[in-house]
């Protein structure tokens, strides 16, 4: 492929973002179906030139730039505007292309009769173009951009309803928690420019490990900026303490639900971290914290899932906790198993996800899984590919979920024995008590929402919206690709173990390096955790289906309408009370001191009155004084005058 064909980067990023403009600005005054056309096109036209040139990459492996010129030019600070792909970005961009494109095609049907629909696609655009400049990126300055974009398209789309101050005020949250991320990101890649001088990637990686700067040195950085971008991906990808904005994200249109929570938005903290592994690695105690703050993520937040009622709160606190199966894989320096969950769980959670906006949809908004029971009558499709993305995010041998997230667990466990032994040894088996706990967790809560939406007997809402209750065919073929690809992309990294060849994972070393070698024959103990994890997955199964599996008794329909019941349940439900202590603890005092210290005491009163009062009544009185003379009495100004004469000549005899 010649050079001049990687402009076709620029042409991803572009196509969105006139599509955006053109909606944006003249949607109102254009058909709907051209806004639908358009907004569809561009990001099929994307997706078709990311795969073109991922393809080139596939035979050709290496990394491949387009260069529009300098963007910031000022001493010797010089950034490029430079987009380039390589194994990992050219993978990222055809999954954020692809079901960018189907998650379109959903919102066609599903937004329809809204009346901002014009609106809705411009920021849709929008946010799949800034993501695309997030990954393509090649630089830490160019990825902010991007970095910053979805967070204001995620902002746009979350509070896209936002006459509904609920909703108003979700988009708010995610766009202040977020901002305290990106100050992270900030400190991180300022710390990078002072000691390496550059934000280039190539330039950085150049300088960790071949420049001629101490070890202390390197370690040290890597350290203090490792943990500076740990924050900001604690951010953008909802990890302890900065998740909360994630779950309240569910105020948006449910397609936004998936784009974010699936494939987008929310992998960009993994991305980054997968990004600059060759940083990471130099310090293994910031991985030792990601691998903590991953593992007691997915486990806190799979303890939510246990008991919500609204399905997609369910999904939702699900996105965290899988999220925290990622960290916790780069964590342990499995950067390319941390990545392939992040490539199987972006199509059976936008399954899910979509497949929850099937079901609303047909209910008429009704979100409350005590409501529902009975729909795969109603609902055949949705409910299929629904159970098929339920077994793989449950981790079903074959299944995708069952390849990526038992490498991440297996990895956990051997990292005391692995390259960073000094650090993990002992901590290890914290980290793999944790995940194996989430995983009959996970099991159990998606086991839960399926069988009370679409089994559990019959419906027990209203009659007359099941009566209506009906599937879209382009809803229902997007649910139908979406779950063949949940089934066949974990076999593009089966391990060796199964008779694989982890084929992802040495498709990427070029970028991120091996999986950490772990010494001696481990394959006895590796079939064996494997086997304690499938036997409490489908334990879990059992469990839910003992509970929810069959028509509900009168004493567990009643148990379900009490929710949040009383005791540990009452705190589950009510999500351990995180937001309350967070209100009381953090946002109350920060209201207290701005308003009652800083605005009452500090500016009214000391700047405003003592400061100013200096000046002020000075002013003001002696304006009392020449307003008293100035007053336009022409017989007083006559009388002043002879009086200051005779003053004058006073004075000089």
């Known amino acids: 492929m010649v050079e001049s064909h990687w402009s076709l980067l620029a042409t991803i990023v572009v196509l969105p973002l006139i599509s955006a403009f053109i909606n944006g ?3 109102k005054h254009i058909p709907k179906t051209f806004v639908l056309f358009l907004s569809c096109a561009t990001i ?6 990311a795969v073109h040139l991922f393809s080139f990459i596939l035979e050709h492996p ?9 963007w910031i030019s000022a001493g010797d600070l010089n950034i490029a505007a430079r987009l380039s792909m390589d194994q990992l970005s050219g993978l990222m961009v055809c999954v954020i292309t692809g079901v960018g494109f189907l998650i379109h095609l959903y919102s066609t049907v599903y937004m329809a009769e809204d009346p901002s629909l014009h609106r809705y696609f411009a920021y849709l655009n929008m946010f799949v173009s800034a993501m695309c400049i997030l990954v393509l990126g090649d630089n830490l300055m160019l990825t ?3 970095w910053e974009g979805v967070g204001l398209c995620s902002y746009l789309l979350i509070g896209f309803w936002f006459n509904d101050q609920e909703k108003a005020s979700a988009g708010k949250k995610a766009f202040i928690v977020n901002r305290i991320g990106d100050f992270g990101f900030i400190l991180g890649a300022i710390t990078l420019f002072v000691f390496a001088g550059t934000f280039d990637f190539d330039a950085l990686r ?8 101490s070890l202390d040195l390197k370690v040290a950085v890597a350290t203090v900026a490792g943990l500076f971008l740990f924050i900001g991906a604690t951010g953008k990808s909802a990890q302890i303490p900065l998740y909360i904005w994630l779950p309240d994200a569910m105020a948006g249109p449910t397609p936004v639900s998936a784009l974010i929570h699936a494939a987008t938005m929310v992998t960009a903290g993994i991305y980054l971290i997968c990004r600059l592994s060759f940083m990471f690695n130099m310090a293994p105690l910031v991985l030792a914290i990601i691998a903590v703050t991953g593992a007691v993520t997915a486990f806190f937040a799979a303890t939510i899932g246990l008991v919500q009622t609204d399905i997609k709160k369910v999904l939702a606190y699900s996105t965290v906790s899988q999220l925290g199966y990622m960290f916790l894989g780069v964590g342990v320096g499995a950067f390319s198993a941390g990545f392939f969950h992040v490539f199987t769980h972006a199509f059976f959670k936008a399954c899910l996800f979509l497949g929850s906006g099937a079901v609303i949809h047909a209910l008429h908004h ?7 029971g009975g729909l795969w009558k109603k609902l055949p499709v949705t409910t299929i590919t629904f159970v098929i993305s339920t077994l793989a995010i449950m981790g079903f041998p074959g299944l995708s979920g069952f390849f990526s997230k038992d490498e991440i ?13 000094q650090i993990f040894h002992g901590l290890n088996y914290l980290l793999y008590g944790l995940a194996l706990a989430t995983a009959a967790m996970t099991s159990f809560y998606m086991w839960r929402v399926t069988l009370l939406t679409f089994f559990s007997g019959s419906y027990r809402g209203k009659d007359h919206i099941y009566d209506h209750a009906h599937e879209s065919p382009i809803m229902s073929f997007v649910l139908i690709v979406l779950a063949i ?3 066949v992309v974990g076999y593009l990294n089966v391990p060796e173990i199964l008779g694989g060849h982890a084929r992802l994972s040495h498709f990427l070393e070029p970028v991120m390096g091996p999986l950490p070698h772990i010494e001696g024959d481990h394959h006895n103990l590796e079939w064996g955790l494997m086997g304690l994890t499938l036997l409490l997955a489908f334990a879990s199964f059992g469990l839910a289906y003992s509970f929810f599996g069959k028509t509900l008794s009168e004493k567990q329909s009643k148990h379900l309408d009490q929710m949040p019941g009383h005791g540990l349940v009452k705190i589950l439900y009510n999500k351990w009370y995180i937001d309350e202590f967070y209100q009381k603890v953090i946002i109350a005092p920060l209201f207290f001191v701005s308003d009652k210290l800083l605005f009452n005491l500090v500016d009214k009163f000391v700047i405003d009155t003592l400061f100013l009062g200096l000046f002020k009544y000075p002013a003001r009185y002696g304006g009392y004084l020449f307003r008293f003379l100035q007053n336009g009495n022409v017989q007083r100004y006559a009388l002043v005058f002879i009086a200051g004469m005779v003053v004058i000549f006073w004075m000089v005899l």
């Open 25 to 27: 600005f003249f949607g």
């Open 44 to 49: 099929l036209i994307s997706a078709g030139i």
């Open 62 to 70: 290496g990394k491949y730039f387009y260069n529009l010129g300098t």
């Open 144 to 146: 902010f951009v991007g």
């Open 206 to 213: 150049e300088w960790f490990t071949h420049s001629s700067q």
């Open 366 to 372: 009704e979100q409350d899984i005590r409501k529902m």
């Open 409 to 421: 667990m297996w990895q956990a466990f051997a990292s005391g024995e692995g390259p960073h032994a």
């Open 485 to 487: 690809m949940a089934v």
